[in-house]
């Protein structure tokens, strides 16, 4: 995951991105720990500085990973960033490019 964001916050087209979905739907396994959440959460956090105007959609399907997302949330509570958890990913396209 930090792999594929930093390629993205390296990408010139990153500050004007909008939003982001985390779709975590087909995933059968999330081997992730809280401390790799809060290195990803201080590295979205540093990517912030850049453009703060993203919306973070994430489906997550159960609780482990709602949980993940939560904790990933509280250790970057002054984040511009808006996020958001959702169950389905219509919900979660409609919230994040806020139609």
């Known amino acids: 995951m930090l792999q594929s964001n930093r390629e993205v916050y390296e990408d010139e087209r990153f500050r004007a991105?909008?939003?982001?979905?985390?779709d975590l739907s087909g995933v059968g396994q999330?081997?992730?720990?809280?401390?790799?959440?809060?290195?990803?959460?201080?590295s979205d956090h540093m990517a912030s500085r850049t453009n703060?105007?993203?919306?973070?959609?994430?489906?997550?399907?159960?609780?482990?990973?709602r949980m993940?997302?939560?904790?990933?949330?509280?250790e970057s509570p002054?984040?511009?960033?808006?996020?958001?958890?959702?169950d389905s990913l219509s919900e979660a396209q409609t919230w994040a490019m806020g139609v």
């Open 17 to 22: 991105i909008r939003y982001q979905l985390v």
């Open 68 to 74: 993940l997302s939560i904790y990933y949330e509280s």
């Open 52 to 65: 703060p105007n993203v919306r973070v959609a994430v489906v997550a399907p159960n609780e482990l990973m």
């Open 30 to 42: 999330f081997d992730v720990s809280a401390n790799d959440m809060a290195i990803l959460a201080k």
């Open 78 to 86: 002054d984040s511009p960033w808006e996020q958001q958890i959702f």
